[in-house]
Protein backbone atom coordinates (compact mmCIF):
# COMPACT_ATOMS: atom_id res chain seq x y z
CA UNK A 1 0.00 0.00 0.00
CA UNK A 2 1.67 3.60 -1.10
CA UNK A 3 0.64 6.58 0.67
CA UNK A 4 1.74 9.88 -1.74
CA UNK A 5 2.96 12.40 0.33
CA UNK A 6 4.63 15.14 -2.19
CA UNK A 7 5.04 13.85 -5.99
CA UNK A 8 8.74 13.03 -5.76
CA UNK A 9 8.52 11.10 -2.74
CA UNK A 10 6.63 7.83 -1.98
CA UNK A 11 7.02 4.91 0.61
CA UNK A 12 5.66 1.72 -0.44
CA UNK A 13 4.67 0.09 3.07
CA UNK A 14 5.97 -3.57 3.56
CA UNK A 15 8.14 -3.57 0.39
CA UNK A 16 11.38 -2.10 1.49
CA UNK A 17 11.30 -0.77 5.36
CA UNK A 18 8.66 -3.23 6.16
CA UNK A 19 10.53 -6.13 4.26
CA UNK A 20 13.51 -5.89 6.90
CA UNK A 21 11.66 -5.32 10.15
CA UNK A 22 9.59 -8.09 9.22
CA UNK A 23 12.45 -10.45 8.34
CA UNK A 24 12.26 -13.39 10.92
CA UNK A 25 16.68 -13.55 10.04
CA UNK A 26 16.88 -10.31 10.86
CA UNK A 27 17.08 -8.98 14.34
CA UNK A 28 16.19 -5.18 14.89
CA UNK A 29 15.30 -3.78 18.30
CA UNK A 30 13.77 -0.42 18.21
CA UNK A 31 12.16 1.68 14.99
CA UNK A 32 8.40 1.13 14.60
CA UNK A 33 6.22 3.52 14.00
CA UNK A 34 5.57 4.01 17.47
CA UNK A 35 9.07 6.05 17.06
CA UNK A 36 7.71 8.08 14.05
CA UNK A 37 6.92 11.04 16.47
CA UNK A 38 10.54 11.03 17.76
CA UNK A 39 11.37 11.23 14.46
CA UNK A 40 9.50 13.98 13.33
CA UNK A 41 11.68 17.65 13.86
CA UNK A 42 14.38 15.33 14.24
CA UNK A 43 18.11 16.53 12.35
CA UNK A 44 20.84 14.35 10.29
CA UNK A 45 23.25 14.03 13.84
CA UNK A 46 20.12 13.11 16.18
CA UNK A 47 19.35 10.25 13.34
CA UNK A 48 22.41 8.69 13.73
CA UNK A 49 22.53 8.58 17.59
CA UNK A 50 18.56 7.27 17.94
CA UNK A 51 16.95 4.00 18.98
CA UNK A 52 17.80 2.27 15.42
CA UNK A 53 20.04 -0.43 17.33
CA UNK A 54 20.60 -3.31 14.52
CA UNK A 55 21.83 -6.44 15.96
CA UNK A 56 23.17 -9.72 14.26
CA UNK A 57 22.93 -7.94 10.53
CA UNK A 58 25.72 -7.24 7.94
CA UNK A 59 26.80 -4.12 7.04
CA UNK A 60 24.64 -4.05 3.76
CA UNK A 61 21.04 -4.01 5.34
CA UNK A 62 21.98 -1.78 8.36
CA UNK A 63 22.88 0.93 5.71
CA UNK A 64 19.74 0.27 4.20
CA UNK A 65 17.71 1.07 7.43
CA UNK A 66 19.32 4.24 7.68
CA UNK A 67 18.61 5.45 4.69
CA UNK A 68 14.77 4.05 4.92
CA UNK A 69 15.09 6.21 8.29
CA UNK A 70 16.81 9.12 6.57
CA UNK A 71 13.78 8.87 3.78
CA UNK A 72 11.09 8.51 6.24
CA UNK A 73 12.53 11.85 7.88
CA UNK A 74 12.80 13.68 4.94
CA UNK A 75 9.40 13.24 3.98
CA UNK A 76 7.56 13.76 7.17
CA UNK A 77 10.06 16.90 7.55
CA UNK A 78 8.98 18.55 4.29
CA UNK A 79 5.33 17.32 4.07
CA UNK A 80 4.00 16.60 7.86
CA UNK A 81 4.68 19.92 9.84
CA UNK A 82 1.96 18.26 12.30
CA UNK A 83 0.81 14.54 13.59
CA UNK A 84 -2.64 15.72 12.40
CA UNK A 85 -1.68 15.50 8.45
CA UNK A 86 -0.22 11.94 9.20
CA UNK A 87 -2.61 9.62 7.35
CA UNK A 88 -5.22 8.12 9.59
CA UNK A 89 -3.88 4.47 9.66
CA UNK A 90 -0.20 5.90 11.05
CA UNK A 91 -1.89 8.14 13.19
CA UNK A 92 -3.78 5.12 15.02
CA UNK A 93 -0.84 3.00 15.17
CA UNK A 94 1.08 5.89 16.85
CA UNK A 95 -2.47 6.33 19.25
CA UNK A 96 -2.11 2.41 19.68
CA UNK A 97 1.02 2.96 21.61
CA UNK A 98 -0.07 5.11 24.47
CA UNK A 99 -1.19 3.75 27.52
CA UNK A 100 -4.77 5.35 28.95
CA UNK A 101 -3.17 8.04 30.98
CA UNK A 102 -1.21 9.45 27.41
CA UNK A 103 -3.98 9.07 24.97
CA UNK A 104 -6.10 10.86 27.51
CA UNK A 105 -3.26 13.67 27.36
CA UNK A 106 -3.30 13.36 23.45
CA UNK A 107 -7.00 13.87 23.39
CA UNK A 108 -6.47 17.64 25.33
CA UNK A 109 -3.85 19.07 22.92
CA UNK A 110 -6.67 20.24 19.40
CA UNK A 111 -10.11 19.46 18.28
CA UNK A 112 -9.09 16.61 15.94
CA UNK A 113 -6.49 15.33 18.16
CA UNK A 114 -9.76 14.87 20.88
CA UNK A 115 -11.95 13.36 18.37
CA UNK A 116 -9.02 10.99 16.96
CA UNK A 117 -8.07 9.96 20.52
CA UNK A 118 -12.08 10.03 22.12
CA UNK A 119 -13.18 7.22 19.02
CA UNK A 120 -9.97 5.52 18.69
CA UNK A 121 -10.83 1.02 18.98
CA UNK A 122 -7.77 0.84 21.68
CA UNK A 123 -10.45 2.09 24.44
CA UNK A 124 -11.88 -1.16 23.99
CA UNK A 125 -9.29 -2.91 24.41
CA UNK A 126 -8.32 -1.44 27.40
CA UNK A 127 -11.64 -1.58 28.99
CA UNK A 128 -11.58 -5.66 27.74
CA UNK A 129 -8.09 -5.66 29.37
CA UNK A 130 -9.37 -4.99 32.68
CA UNK A 131 -12.37 -5.75 33.27
CA UNK A 132 -13.57 -8.28 30.43
CA UNK A 133 -15.86 -7.22 28.21
CA UNK A 134 -19.33 -5.64 29.33
CA UNK A 135 -22.25 -8.63 29.44
CA UNK A 136 -23.93 -7.17 27.05
CA UNK A 137 -21.62 -6.64 24.40
CA UNK A 138 -19.56 -10.08 24.82
CA UNK A 139 -21.31 -11.29 20.95
CA UNK A 140 -22.03 -8.14 19.38
CA UNK A 141 -18.68 -7.42 17.69
CA UNK A 142 -16.36 -4.85 17.74
CA UNK A 143 -18.89 -1.68 17.62
CA UNK A 144 -19.19 1.13 20.23
CA UNK A 145 -22.06 -0.03 22.80
CA UNK A 146 -25.63 1.64 21.92
CA UNK A 147 -25.64 4.29 25.08
CA UNK A 148 -21.59 5.24 25.75
CA UNK A 149 -18.56 5.32 23.84
CA UNK A 150 -15.41 2.66 25.14
CA UNK A 151 -14.09 5.78 26.53
CA UNK A 152 -16.47 6.97 28.92
CA UNK A 153 -17.09 3.16 29.67
CA UNK A 154 -13.26 3.30 30.72
CA UNK A 155 -13.37 6.01 32.47
CA UNK A 156 -16.33 5.26 34.41
CA UNK A 157 -15.19 2.47 35.49
CA UNK A 158 -11.26 3.13 36.22
CA UNK A 159 -12.97 6.69 38.08
CA UNK A 160 -15.30 4.56 40.44
CA UNK A 161 -12.37 1.04 41.05
CA UNK A 162 -10.90 3.70 43.68
CA UNK A 163 -14.25 3.17 45.48
CA UNK A 164 -12.43 0.99 47.60
CA UNK A 165 -10.47 2.86 49.78
CA UNK A 166 -13.45 5.17 50.85
CA UNK A 167 -15.93 4.60 52.97
CA UNK A 168 -18.48 1.92 53.56
CA UNK A 169 -21.56 0.15 55.04
CA UNK A 170 -21.49 -3.09 56.33
CA UNK A 171 -25.07 -5.07 55.26
CA UNK A 172 -25.04 -8.97 57.60
CA UNK A 173 -26.87 -11.50 55.21
CA UNK A 174 -28.47 -13.96 58.18
CA UNK A 175 -30.15 -17.42 56.90
CA UNK A 176 -27.31 -19.75 57.21
CA UNK A 177 -27.03 -21.99 60.10
CA UNK A 178 -24.01 -23.45 59.71
CA UNK A 179 -20.43 -22.35 58.66
CA UNK A 180 -20.31 -20.67 54.95
CA UNK A 181 -17.66 -22.11 52.73
CA UNK A 182 -18.51 -20.09 49.81
CA UNK A 183 -19.85 -17.28 48.10
CA UNK A 184 -20.18 -15.80 44.71
CA UNK A 185 -21.41 -12.82 43.20
CA UNK A 186 -23.16 -11.83 40.04
CA UNK A 187 -22.88 -8.47 39.45
CA UNK A 188 -24.67 -8.58 36.28
CA UNK A 189 -27.84 -9.46 37.87
CA UNK A 190 -27.22 -7.87 41.47
CA UNK A 191 -27.21 -11.85 42.79
CA UNK A 192 -25.24 -13.10 45.69
CA UNK A 193 -25.25 -17.17 46.35
CA UNK A 194 -24.19 -18.70 48.58
CA UNK A 195 -24.06 -22.23 50.64
CA UNK A 196 -21.93 -24.33 52.98
CA UNK A 197 -22.32 -27.00 55.80
CA UNK A 198 -26.11 -26.60 55.62
CA UNK A 199 -26.00 -28.22 51.87
CA UNK A 200 -28.39 -24.97 51.32
CA UNK A 201 -27.78 -23.09 48.11
CA UNK A 202 -29.43 -19.12 49.18
CA UNK A 203 -30.01 -16.40 46.72
CA UNK A 204 -29.86 -12.80 47.93
CA UNK A 205 -30.56 -9.55 45.96
CA UNK A 206 -27.75 -7.56 46.43
CA UNK A 207 -29.00 -3.88 46.37
CA UNK A 208 -31.98 -4.99 49.23
CA UNK A 209 -29.52 -7.51 51.52
CA UNK A 210 -32.69 -9.73 51.59
CA UNK A 211 -33.28 -13.46 50.94
CA UNK A 212 -35.13 -14.22 47.86
CA UNK A 213 -35.39 -17.77 47.69
CA UNK A 214 -33.24 -21.01 48.63
CA UNK A 215 -33.03 -24.59 47.55
CA UNK A 216 -33.82 -27.84 48.75
CA UNK A 217 -31.14 -29.90 51.23
CA UNK A 218 -28.95 -31.15 48.44
CA UNK A 219 -27.54 -33.95 51.10
CA UNK A 220 -23.68 -32.54 51.90
CA UNK A 221 -21.38 -29.62 52.45
CA UNK A 222 -21.65 -27.18 49.61
CA UNK A 223 -18.41 -26.20 49.14
CA UNK A 224 -18.24 -24.31 45.23
CA UNK A 225 -21.05 -22.15 43.80
CA UNK A 226 -21.44 -20.64 40.34
CA UNK A 227 -23.27 -18.68 37.91
CA UNK A 228 -23.72 -16.80 34.83
CA UNK A 229 -26.78 -15.77 33.23
CA UNK A 230 -28.15 -19.19 32.03
CA UNK A 231 -26.72 -21.81 34.21
CA UNK A 232 -26.18 -22.09 38.34
CA UNK A 233 -23.89 -24.74 39.39
CA UNK A 234 -23.28 -26.28 43.07
CA UNK A 235 -20.80 -28.81 43.88
CA UNK A 236 -20.78 -31.28 47.05
CA UNK A 237 -18.28 -33.30 49.41
CA UNK A 238 -20.07 -36.75 47.74
CA UNK A 239 -18.98 -35.91 44.54
CA UNK A 240 -21.81 -34.36 42.71
CA UNK A 241 -22.36 -31.12 40.63
CA UNK A 242 -26.04 -29.63 40.68
CA UNK A 243 -27.53 -27.43 38.29
CA UNK A 244 -29.72 -25.24 37.69
CA UNK A 245 -30.86 -23.63 34.53
CA UNK A 246 -32.08 -20.36 33.67
CA UNK A 247 -35.96 -19.87 33.24
CA UNK A 248 -36.95 -17.20 30.18
CA UNK A 249 -39.49 -15.15 32.11
CA UNK A 250 -38.12 -15.73 35.66
CA UNK A 251 -37.37 -11.95 37.44
CA UNK A 252 -34.50 -13.95 39.08
CA UNK A 253 -33.26 -16.33 36.79
CA UNK A 254 -32.99 -19.62 38.41
CA UNK A 255 -36.01 -21.07 40.63
CA UNK A 256 -34.44 -22.77 43.60
CA UNK A 257 -37.14 -23.28 46.04
CA UNK A 258 -39.97 -25.25 43.02
CA UNK A 259 -40.11 -28.54 42.92
CA UNK A 260 -37.06 -31.16 41.17
CA UNK A 261 -38.07 -30.18 37.62
CA UNK A 262 -35.92 -32.35 34.95
CA UNK A 263 -36.20 -29.94 32.49
CA UNK A 264 -34.11 -26.85 34.63
CA UNK A 265 -32.12 -29.47 37.28
CA UNK A 266 -29.71 -31.74 36.31
CA UNK A 267 -26.74 -33.47 38.38
CA UNK A 268 -23.11 -34.78 36.94
CA UNK A 269 -21.96 -37.56 38.81
CA UNK A 270 -18.39 -38.60 37.38
CA UNK A 271 -15.75 -37.51 40.66
CA UNK A 272 -14.47 -39.57 42.53
CA UNK A 273 -14.39 -37.34 45.38
CA UNK A 274 -15.49 -33.83 47.17
CA UNK A 275 -16.05 -30.96 44.86
CA UNK A 276 -13.74 -27.93 45.83
CA UNK A 277 -14.10 -26.01 42.94
CA UNK A 278 -15.97 -24.83 40.09
CA UNK A 279 -16.20 -22.22 37.37
CA UNK A 280 -18.02 -21.41 33.81
CA UNK A 281 -16.97 -19.87 30.51
CA UNK A 282 -19.43 -19.54 27.64
CA UNK A 283 -19.38 -22.91 26.89
CA UNK A 284 -17.71 -25.17 29.09
CA UNK A 285 -18.07 -26.02 33.00
CA UNK A 286 -14.87 -26.66 34.69
CA UNK A 287 -14.78 -28.71 38.40
CA UNK A 288 -12.18 -29.61 40.81
CA UNK A 289 -12.08 -32.54 42.96
CA UNK A 290 -9.49 -34.18 45.78
CA UNK A 291 -9.80 -36.72 42.87
CA UNK A 292 -7.22 -35.17 41.88
CA UNK A 293 -9.00 -34.18 38.94
CA UNK A 294 -10.21 -31.34 36.81
CA UNK A 295 -12.94 -32.46 34.36
CA UNK A 296 -14.28 -29.90 31.41
CA UNK A 297 -17.95 -30.67 30.85
CA UNK A 298 -20.01 -29.30 27.69
CA UNK A 299 -22.79 -26.81 28.96
CA UNK A 300 -25.18 -28.26 26.48
CA UNK A 301 -24.30 -31.85 25.91
CA UNK A 302 -23.51 -32.24 29.95
CA UNK A 303 -20.74 -34.38 28.94
CA UNK A 304 -17.37 -34.75 30.02
CA UNK A 305 -14.86 -33.36 27.42
CA UNK A 306 -11.28 -33.63 28.90
CA UNK A 307 -10.15 -34.59 32.29
CA UNK A 308 -7.16 -33.00 33.74
CA UNK A 309 -5.18 -35.32 35.83
CA UNK A 310 -2.88 -34.11 38.74
CA UNK A 311 -0.26 -35.68 41.49
CA UNK A 312 -2.51 -34.54 44.43
CA UNK A 313 -6.02 -33.04 46.22
CA UNK A 314 -7.20 -30.01 43.69
CA UNK A 315 -7.70 -26.95 45.59
CA UNK A 316 -8.58 -24.58 42.99
CA UNK A 317 -8.58 -23.80 39.06
CA UNK A 318 -9.36 -20.38 36.80
CA UNK A 319 -9.85 -20.68 33.70
CA UNK A 320 -9.21 -18.53 30.56
CA UNK A 321 -9.97 -19.48 26.93
CA UNK A 322 -7.59 -21.81 26.01
CA UNK A 323 -5.98 -23.03 29.28
CA UNK A 324 -6.68 -23.40 32.73
CA UNK A 325 -4.73 -22.68 35.95
CA UNK A 326 -4.72 -24.80 39.24
CA UNK A 327 -3.27 -25.59 42.65
CA UNK A 328 -2.83 -29.16 43.45
CA UNK A 329 -1.04 -29.76 46.69
CA UNK A 330 1.20 -26.93 46.71
CA UNK A 331 1.83 -26.87 43.10
CA UNK A 332 0.92 -24.20 40.64
CA UNK A 333 -0.22 -25.57 37.15
CA UNK A 334 -1.10 -24.21 33.86
CA UNK A 335 -2.80 -27.00 31.43
CA UNK A 336 -3.62 -26.56 27.59
CA UNK A 337 -7.63 -27.79 27.33
CA UNK A 338 -7.13 -29.08 24.52
CA UNK A 339 -4.05 -31.40 24.79
CA UNK A 340 -4.48 -31.93 28.18
CA UNK A 341 -1.25 -31.40 29.31
CA UNK A 342 0.24 -29.11 31.76
CA UNK A 343 2.25 -26.14 30.15
CA UNK A 344 4.00 -25.51 33.45
CA UNK A 345 3.85 -26.72 36.52
CA UNK A 346 5.75 -24.37 39.52
CA UNK A 347 6.60 -26.72 42.49
CA UNK A 348 6.30 -26.16 45.99
CA UNK A 349 4.48 -22.59 45.00
CA UNK A 350 3.53 -22.56 48.68
CA UNK A 351 4.63 -24.11 52.11
CA UNK A 352 1.64 -26.27 52.59
CA UNK A 353 -0.86 -25.93 50.51
CA UNK A 354 -2.11 -23.52 48.07
CA UNK A 355 -5.70 -23.26 48.73
CA UNK A 356 -6.84 -20.30 46.42
CA UNK A 357 -6.54 -18.98 43.17
CA UNK A 358 -7.33 -15.62 41.49
CA UNK A 359 -6.35 -15.35 37.52
CA UNK A 360 -7.17 -11.57 35.89
CA UNK A 361 -9.65 -11.00 32.91
CA UNK A 362 -6.35 -10.97 29.97
CA UNK A 363 -5.12 -14.63 31.73
CA UNK A 364 -1.60 -13.00 32.48
CA UNK A 365 -1.71 -12.61 36.10
CA UNK A 366 -1.93 -15.45 38.49
CA UNK A 367 -1.93 -14.73 41.93
CA UNK A 368 -2.01 -17.71 44.78
CA UNK A 369 -2.69 -17.62 48.36
CA UNK A 370 -1.35 -20.83 50.84
CA UNK A 371 -1.14 -22.45 54.44
CA UNK A 372 1.71 -20.05 55.22
CA UNK A 373 -0.84 -17.01 54.65
CA UNK A 374 1.54 -15.54 51.80
CA UNK A 375 0.24 -14.13 48.41
CA UNK A 376 1.99 -14.56 45.45
CA UNK A 377 1.59 -13.08 41.84
CA UNK A 378 3.00 -14.34 38.96
CA UNK A 379 3.15 -13.35 35.52
CA UNK A 380 2.53 -15.59 32.16
CA UNK A 381 5.22 -14.05 29.78
CA UNK A 382 4.43 -16.09 27.06
CA UNK A 383 1.71 -16.08 24.04
CA UNK A 384 1.61 -19.94 24.21
CA UNK A 385 2.07 -20.00 28.55
CA UNK A 386 5.01 -21.75 28.36
CA UNK A 387 6.55 -19.53 30.75
CA UNK A 388 5.76 -18.09 34.03
CA UNK A 389 7.90 -15.98 36.68
CA UNK A 390 7.03 -14.48 40.16
CA UNK A 391 6.74 -10.87 40.33
CA UNK A 392 5.63 -10.03 44.04
CA UNK A 393 4.31 -11.44 47.24
CA UNK A 394 2.16 -9.95 50.38
CA UNK A 395 1.83 -10.81 53.94
CA UNK A 396 -0.95 -9.64 55.15
CA UNK A 397 -2.45 -12.43 56.97
CA UNK A 398 -1.35 -14.45 60.55
CA UNK A 399 -3.30 -17.33 59.37
CA UNK A 400 -3.96 -19.63 56.19
CA UNK A 401 -5.14 -17.74 52.77
CA UNK A 402 -8.45 -19.69 51.72
CA UNK A 403 -9.86 -17.49 49.28
CA UNK A 404 -9.20 -15.18 46.26
CA UNK A 405 -11.11 -12.62 44.62
CA UNK A 406 -9.59 -10.20 41.69
CA UNK A 407 -11.17 -7.05 39.96
CA UNK A 408 -8.73 -4.75 38.29
CA UNK A 409 -7.06 -3.53 40.02
CA UNK A 410 -8.49 -4.70 43.14
CA UNK A 411 -7.64 -8.17 44.95
CA UNK A 412 -9.36 -9.07 48.21
CA UNK A 413 -8.10 -11.90 50.37
CA UNK A 414 -9.96 -14.02 53.35
CA UNK A 415 -8.03 -15.66 56.04
CA UNK A 416 -8.17 -17.82 58.82
CA UNK A 417 -7.13 -14.76 60.99
CA UNK A 418 -10.78 -13.53 60.59
CA UNK A 419 -9.49 -10.33 58.07
CA UNK A 420 -9.30 -9.36 54.99
CA UNK A 421 -6.63 -7.00 52.81
CA UNK A 422 -7.13 -5.16 49.52
CA UNK A 423 -4.04 -4.67 47.08
CA UNK A 424 -3.89 -2.69 44.08
CA UNK A 425 -1.90 -4.26 41.74
CA UNK A 426 -1.53 -0.73 39.94
CA UNK A 427 1.51 -0.28 42.11
CA UNK A 428 3.02 -3.01 40.02
CA UNK A 429 2.13 -2.61 36.27
CA UNK A 430 3.47 -0.66 34.09
CA UNK A 431 3.08 -0.15 30.38
CA UNK A 432 5.77 -1.63 27.75
CA UNK A 433 6.59 1.22 25.57
CA UNK A 434 8.25 -1.07 22.87
CA UNK A 435 4.77 -3.07 22.40
CA UNK A 436 1.57 -2.00 20.87
CA UNK A 437 -1.35 -1.84 23.19
CA UNK A 438 -3.61 -4.32 20.98
CA UNK A 439 -1.15 -7.06 22.36
CA UNK A 440 -2.01 -5.99 25.78
CA UNK A 441 1.36 -6.39 27.15
CA UNK A 442 2.65 -5.66 30.66
CA UNK A 443 5.79 -5.24 31.65
CA UNK A 444 6.53 -5.68 35.65
CA UNK A 445 8.51 -4.60 38.08
CA UNK A 446 10.32 -7.33 40.08
CA UNK A 447 13.77 -6.02 40.66
CA UNK A 448 13.78 -7.35 44.18
CA UNK A 449 12.10 -10.70 44.26
CA UNK A 450 12.53 -10.59 47.80
CA UNK A 451 10.49 -7.86 49.08
CA UNK A 452 7.25 -7.93 50.54
CA UNK A 453 4.62 -5.67 48.98
CA UNK A 454 2.09 -3.56 51.58
CA UNK A 455 -1.47 -3.83 51.31
CA UNK A 456 -3.31 -1.21 50.92
CA UNK A 457 -6.32 -1.72 52.33
CA UNK A 458 -7.04 -4.48 56.03
CA UNK A 459 -11.12 -5.38 56.87
CA UNK A 460 -11.04 -6.23 59.79
CA UNK A 461 -13.02 -6.98 63.40
CA UNK A 462 -14.68 -10.02 62.66
CA UNK A 463 -14.74 -13.88 63.67
CA UNK A 464 -12.34 -16.59 62.53
CA UNK A 465 -11.93 -18.55 59.78
CA UNK A 466 -13.46 -16.29 56.48
CA UNK A 467 -13.36 -19.48 54.01
CA UNK A 468 -14.86 -17.45 50.57
CA UNK A 469 -14.63 -13.61 49.25
CA UNK A 470 -15.77 -12.39 45.98
CA UNK A 471 -15.84 -8.69 44.59
CA UNK A 472 -18.05 -6.81 42.26
CA UNK A 473 -17.54 -3.35 40.49
CA UNK A 474 -18.57 -2.18 44.22
CA UNK A 475 -19.00 -4.56 46.80
CA UNK A 476 -16.91 -6.99 48.33
CA UNK A 477 -18.98 -10.55 49.81
CA UNK A 478 -17.83 -12.33 52.45
CA UNK A 479 -18.49 -15.77 54.51
CA UNK A 480 -16.99 -17.89 56.83
CA UNK A 481 -17.68 -19.70 60.22
CA UNK A 482 -19.47 -17.66 61.81
CA UNK A 483 -22.43 -18.45 59.13
CA UNK A 484 -23.29 -15.21 58.45
CA UNK A 485 -22.77 -13.12 54.94
CA UNK A 486 -21.32 -9.91 55.04
CA UNK A 487 -21.35 -7.42 52.16
CA UNK A 488 -18.92 -4.68 52.31
CA UNK A 489 -20.84 -1.82 50.43
CA UNK A 490 -18.60 1.13 48.86
CA UNK A 491 -21.46 2.29 46.22
CA UNK A 492 -21.69 5.75 48.01
CA UNK A 493 -17.86 5.84 48.76
CA UNK A 494 -17.41 8.12 46.01
CA UNK A 495 -20.43 10.69 46.86
CA UNK A 496 -19.66 10.61 50.59
CA UNK A 497 -16.10 11.75 49.55
CA UNK A 498 -17.00 14.49 47.27
CA UNK A 499 -19.48 15.94 49.92
CA UNK A 500 -16.75 15.75 52.75
CA UNK A 501 -14.60 17.53 50.09
CA UNK A 502 -16.94 20.16 49.70
CA UNK A 503 -17.53 20.65 53.68
CA UNK A 504 -13.84 20.99 54.28
CA UNK A 505 -13.71 23.55 51.60
CA UNK A 506 -16.55 25.37 52.93
CA UNK A 507 -14.78 25.09 56.41
CA UNK A 508 -11.68 26.27 54.60
CA UNK A 509 -13.19 28.98 53.03
CA UNK A 510 -14.88 30.44 56.79
CA UNK A 511 -11.45 29.54 58.08
CA UNK A 512 -9.66 32.35 55.26
CA UNK A 513 -11.81 34.75 55.51
CA UNK A 514 -12.05 34.86 59.43
CA UNK A 515 -8.33 34.68 58.98
CA UNK A 516 -8.44 37.32 56.95
CA UNK A 517 -10.54 39.70 59.04
CA UNK A 518 -8.52 38.79 62.17
CA UNK A 519 -5.72 40.16 60.12
CA UNK A 520 -7.50 43.01 58.83
CA UNK A 521 -8.36 44.18 62.48
CA UNK A 522 -5.25 43.51 64.01
CA UNK A 523 -3.37 45.78 61.15
CA UNK A 524 -5.92 47.97 62.33
CA UNK A 525 -5.58 47.89 65.93
CA UNK A 526 -1.42 48.10 65.09
CA UNK A 527 -1.91 51.50 63.17
CA UNK A 528 -4.49 52.62 65.70
CA UNK A 529 -1.30 51.85 68.87
CA UNK A 530 1.23 53.23 66.48
CA UNK A 531 -0.94 56.47 65.72
CA UNK A 532 -1.88 56.66 69.71
CA UNK A 533 1.51 56.01 70.68
CA UNK A 534 2.92 58.43 68.50
CA UNK A 535 0.82 61.28 69.76
CA UNK A 536 2.01 60.07 73.10
CA UNK A 537 5.41 60.88 72.40
CA UNK A 538 4.61 64.02 71.06
CA UNK A 539 2.40 64.93 73.96
CA UNK A 540 5.09 63.98 75.99
CA UNK A 541 8.41 66.35 73.82
CA UNK A 542 5.79 69.02 73.84
CA UNK A 543 5.60 69.26 78.10
CA UNK A 544 9.19 68.73 78.08
CA UNK A 545 10.02 71.70 76.37
CA UNK A 546 7.52 74.08 77.85
CA UNK A 547 9.33 72.99 81.11
CA UNK A 548 12.33 74.02 79.90
CA UNK A 549 11.41 77.51 78.79
CA UNK A 550 10.19 78.30 82.10
CA UNK A 551 12.86 77.51 83.70
CA UNK A 552 14.81 79.68 81.31
CA UNK A 553 12.73 82.83 81.46
CA UNK A 554 12.59 82.60 85.60
CA UNK A 555 16.62 82.53 85.40
CA UNK A 556 16.98 85.73 83.71
CA UNK A 557 14.87 87.22 85.60
CA UNK A 558 16.70 86.19 88.54
CA UNK A 559 19.70 87.22 86.81
Known amino acids: MAYEFQEEFKIEV ?24 NLIGSSKDEIDHSEKVVSDIDFVKEKLLLRECRLVEKVLINSCPSITDLPPVLVSEILNCLDPKELGIVSCVSTSLYKVAAEHHVWKEFYSERWGLPVGQAGLGSGYPDEKSWKELFVEREYRSNTFLGRFSIDCLYGHREPVRTVFLLNSKKLIFTSGYDSIVRMWDMDEGLAISYSRPLGCTIRAVAADTKLLIAGGTDGFVHGWRAEEGHPHLFDLSGPENQNTEFRLWEHEGPITCLQ ?20 NTLKCLTILRHNDWVWSLAPHVTTVASTAGSDLYVWNIESSTPVVVINDAHVGNAYALARSHTG ?91 PQRMLHGFGCNLFSV ?14 IVRVWNFSQALEIEQRVRALKGIRLENRMRR ?11 ARIGHCLVAAKKNQMSGDRNSVWIKRGVSGKLKA
Open 14 to 37: GEDLGGILKNPDTKVVGFHLGNLK
Open 515 to 525: RKSQTEMNSKG
Open 364 to 454: KLLFTGGEDGVIRMFEITSKACGTVRHVAKWIPHTGPVYSLAFEFPWLVSASSDGKLSLIDVRMLLKKSKNCSSSEGALRLNHDNKNFVEP
Open 280 to 299: LDLTRIFSGSWDMTIRVWDK
Open 470 to 483: NIGSDRIVCGGEEG
